[in-house]
Nanobody, 115 residues
Framework: VQLQASGGGLVQAGGSLRLSCIAS????????MAWYRQAPGKQRELVAS???????NYADSVKGRFTISRNNAESAVYLQMNSLKPEDTAVYYC??????????WGQGTQVTVSS
């Protein structure tokens, strides 16, 4: 399995970014997917998830600001991030939702929000 996340960057507080993650080596459509993030010195945390039926769930810290979506035909999961805050600064990764063992994480994509 390979996960390729992209779309991160440097943005001012209040700005927006759209992250993409392309998965290969799996039957993507049968997997519940999620976005995770890891800030410096902190543990990786679950940010948002989307099931095979496109039911979504969000961490309280991003609810109302982030939107997760998927495109099974492209084996892709997306994260639209609006009203970004400095505390959203982290490396963002995608993976399946259901815990260890995870697929290899890949490099993720860095999101930096300046105040």
């Amino acid at each position: 399995v390979q996960l390729q996340a992209s779309g991160g960057g440097l943005v001012q507080a209040g700005g927006s970014l759209r992250l993409s993650c392309i998965a290969s080596g799996i039957i993507f459509s049968i997997k519940d997917m999620a976005w995770y993030r890891q800030a410096p010195g902190k543990q990786r945390e679950l940010v948002a998830s989307i099931t095979t039926t496109s039911s979504t769930n969000y961490a309280d810290s991003v609810k109302g600001r982030f939107t997760i979506s998927r495109n099974n035909a492209e084996s892709a999961v997306y994260l639209q991030m609006n009203s970004l805050k400095p505390e959203d600064t982290a490396v963002y990764y995608c993976n399946h939702l259901h815990g260890s063992p995870y697929w290899p994480w890949g490099q993720g994509t860095q999101v930096t929000v300046s105040s």
